[in-house]
């Protein structure tokens, strides 16, 4: 019985809509800066876009994922920024002769979109700049601030986590080739 497989990576693909997912980023961080503002590196402040759930509040973040490391030696940020590249340059670059369907393909952009966008703040700002503040009034929790690029990685690693039942349930597009 033959395997269903799918053509190669189309990076042309991937790069446009990395870049374009990026852009996205980087503009509503500095659109979000400019209108709201710098902040005191460790306060911050906002502006309630729906008083009590949503805010838009500026904050750098100088460790990673809610703040982890923000103490740490700078070495260890650079080590950080290092495994992002080589994590962007190995989907870009060694992953172009696997076989991938449209649900992988997005994987790749949004991974490699969030990386690019908090990247590019960890290298030409104070650290990464968030700006999404939600509240959960239930709970009275107050969710780490977090950024678009932050929520192109969780999507992608969430895709890639349903990517099987995607795949089963919508079929995973793109033009299938049969392998003997």
């Keep these: 019985m033959a395997r269903e497989t799918y053509p190669p990576m189309p990076r042309a693909r991937l790069a446009i809509g990395a870049?374009?997912?990026?852009?996205?980023?980087?503009?509503?961080?500095?659109?979000?800066?400019?209108?709201?503002?710098?902040?005191?590196?460790?306060?911050?402040?906002?502006?309630?876009?729906i008083p009590g759930f949503f805010y838009l509040t500026?904050?750098?973040?100088?460790?990673?994922?809610?703040?982890?490391?923000?103490?740490?030696?700078?070495?260890?940020?650079?080590?950080v920024n290092l495994l992002i590249l080589g994590g962007v340059i190995y989907v870009f670059f060694f992953t172009r002769k696997l076989p991938v369907n449209r649900w992988m393909l997005a994987v790749g952009m949004l991974l490699m979109a969030g990386a690019v966008g908090n990247m590019y703040d960890r290298l030409f700002h104070a650290g990464v700049r968030d700006f999404l503040d939600f509240v959960i009034?239930?709970?009275?929790?107050?969710?780490?601030?977090?950024n678009l690029a932050d929520i192109f990685i969780v999507g992608g690693v969430l895709t890639a986590l349903v990517e099987p039942y995607l795949s089963r349930r919508f079929g995973g597009g793109g033009a299938k080739a049969e392998n003997g």
């Design 19 to 49: 870049v374009i997912l990026a852009l996205a980023d980087i503009f509503s961080k500095y659109v979000t800066f400019w209108i709201l503002g710098e902040p005191d590196i460790t306060v911050g402040h906002g502006r309630a876009v």
């Design 137 to 146: 009034p239930v709970m009275r929790y107050d969710y780490p601030v977090f």
């Design 58 to 79: 500026t904050r750098y973040n100088k460790g990673v994922s809610w703040g982890w490391f923000s103490k740490s030696p700078a070495m260890i940020l650079v080590f």
